[in-house]
């Protein structure tokens, strides 16, 4: 069963299209990485699945329905910009957005001890919200998005605010979540963390997708021949089949000429003796991509 | 129903467990009881306890024997007879009394007693001489004329279609409406204040956003108003009952008769009016929660209807002496002023059932059209965190944005 089924949906605020047609699915047991520059449409698009926002044209069903109070209880969020109470405390705060959630009392108490060990709140359960760092507050509203253990989650830059190790923990938890079956929609401008955790990934700009797919397949699409060198030795500028040679930091770029290929190149290099401590095809990362698609502007040879 | 009562018990608990809230409501009662007790304290040590002294001229004093007192006066007096003036100024220089009353002959004629005394004489010593004088003078009555000499006579003033009448000592009748109309604006601003910090705090630290991923926002809006309006509630029930039992204790003191009856006609009126009444404004104070970006600009936007709220009051002079005219049907009909002038119009004068049903229809139809309003205000302004809603815009749109 798909999770999301966005067809074709539209938003304008005023004059502004914010979205413009978009169309996307999110299938059961997968990470869908969301991902975009300021101003996309992202926020909007999550809105919009979760019932905030009323599209303008267009349908979204979530696990095959409209959205509903009852699905609200089977969906997870964390916002961009954390959104808990300020002046009660931490316990109380959660326990409160764990009820709206449908739990019932002995469950959320339960839950709440077992997250607030987890993310090493117990300490600050009775502190007000406010008086916790930006680091504990995220992880009180992780609490709060995973607390009534949604069948569909939707993450805004929950990395922000994170240190490496809360960052580690929140990665294994959406792991975690992904193996217990929840179905993830992650957005995030930290291309590196979609890259680790996406199995497919969306790209906005400007309300409309410009890319979409499965990330190998993407790399695999703007894939470039490209071949990765390490050598003690210089590397012979006349091999054949290379149109440039360029150095960078700890290896050297070969840009191959159209009608040479990595195995060819790699036989002639043995065939010339030269010593290879790394070769490797050169595979574009998201953060280039991105650069690529939203700035229309390829690597500076 | 379930969320609603959620977010109801929410709002509610929030408040009424904050320390602000609790020093809100007591110091009220504690700051009535100080200046009570101060006043009190005040009078009685200005307040001489040396009994008076009395010089009976005239005879009407001759069978007369002193009852003990039936009311309660601060510093309570006891009254000396003396045959002679002099023995009387004698025990007066020698401040065994703090005044002496001089019944002269022809009091029967002109009442005028003489009083002789170093310093004016306190309350309680005149106030205890005139009692004497007057259980003196009605002596030989029956008891029933003596009880109605007491107590004065009650003049009912009734419409010549019978509709309604008040008695002149009806205090009640007028005071009601009045007491009603400030219960109304006290609870209303309260309410109303925590109302706006609600809504306006849940926009300014994003809450709200969280919020309606789990429930609606008409049902955040309805358990948010009833929240809040319980917590002004609590507070006026908090007070009303400090109130009480205060009251209790000065009829126990005073012996004063007790509380008037409020009649179901004046319950039902009220309850027509109030219960829209606080719709209204519930739902305004919404209206502008979700409309501005901060908690001073909703207390700016505020004022604009809880100004006229008290309108009535500046012209209750008018209102009381002229029920009838125009101004007094303008400010009874008109929506934000109608819960405190009808009230105070219907316990002083016959008002036309048109009036009273026109009143009543323009509340409701205010109260349901602003509840409306709010409710599409709430779902257009609930996530405009930086910039104010334009007013035209909650007519044009009525999706989320």
Known sequence: ????????????????????????????????????????????????????????????????????????????????????????????????????????????????????????????????????????????????????????????????????????????????????????????????????????????????????????????????????????????????????????????????????????????????????????????????????????RGRQA | MKKIWLVFRHEYTRRVKTRGFIFAVLSMPLLVILSMGMAVASVSLQTSKLPAGYVDQSGVLANAQIEPESGFTIGRVDLLPYTQIETGQEALAGEQIQALFVIPPDYLQNGEVIIYANDPPGENATARMRDFLESSLVAGETSLVKNRIREGSNFTVRSLDGSRQAGMRDWFVVLFPFLTGLVFIVVINISGGYLLQSIVDEKENRTMEVIITSISPEQLMVGKILGNLCVGLTQLLIWLIFAAIGLAGMQAIYHFSPTPAISAGQIGILAGIIIPGFILIAALMTLVGVSVTDMREAQQVSLMFTLPMVAPYWFAGAVLQHPENILTAILSIFPLTAVVTMPLRLSIASVPLWQVLLAAVLMWGSAIGAMVLAARAFRVGMLQYTRRIPFKKLFKDDSHE
């Open chain 1, 1 to 296: 069963m798909q999770a999301i089924v966005a067809d074709s949906i539209s938003k304008s605020f005023g004059n502004v299209l914010a979205v413009d047609k978009v169309s996307f699915t999110l299938a059961s047991g997968e990470i869908l990485g969301l991902i975009g520059p300021n101003g996309a449409g992202k926020t909007t698009t999550i809105r919009m699945v979760l019932d905030i926002f009323i599209p303008d044209s267009g349908s979204i069903r979530v696990f095959d329905q409209p959205m509903s109070e009852e699905l609200k209880n089977r969906v997870g969020y964390l916002p961009e910009e954390r959104g808990l109470y300020q002046d009660i405390s931490v316990e109380k705060c959660l326990r409160y957005l764990a009820s709206i959630k449908g739990m019932a009392h002995n469950l959320i108490e339960e839950r709440l001890e077992s997250y607030l060990d987890k993310f090493e709140l117990q300490d600050c359960r009775k502190k007000k919200v406010k008086e916790l760092s930006k680091g504990m507050q995220q992880k009180a509203q992780l609490i709060a998005t995973f607390i009534h253990q949604p069948q569909l989650v939707i993450v805004d830059e929950p990395f922000s605010a994170l240190d490496p190790v809360n960052t580690q923990m929140v990665k294994d938890l959406l792991r975690e979540e992904k193996a217990r079956g929840t179905v993830i929609m992650l957005s995030t401008h930290q291309m590196n963390q979609a890259e680790e955790l996406c199995d497919r990934i969306l790209l906005m700009n400007k309300g409309k997708i410009v890319l979409e797919g499965p990330l190998d397949k993407v790399r695999t699409q703007f894939a470039k021949a490209e071949i990765l060198v390490r050598s003690p030795s210089p590397i012979p500028a006349d091999l054949p089949g290379i149109a440039k040679c360029l150095p960078e930091n700890a290896h050297t770029r070969l840009i191959l000429k159209p009608e040479a290929n990595a195995k060819s190149v790699l036989a002639a290099m043995i065939e010339r003796g030269v010593e290879l401590e790394q070769f490797e095809v050169a595979v574009p990362s998201l953060d280039e991509i991105f650069i690529q698609v939203v700035t229309g």
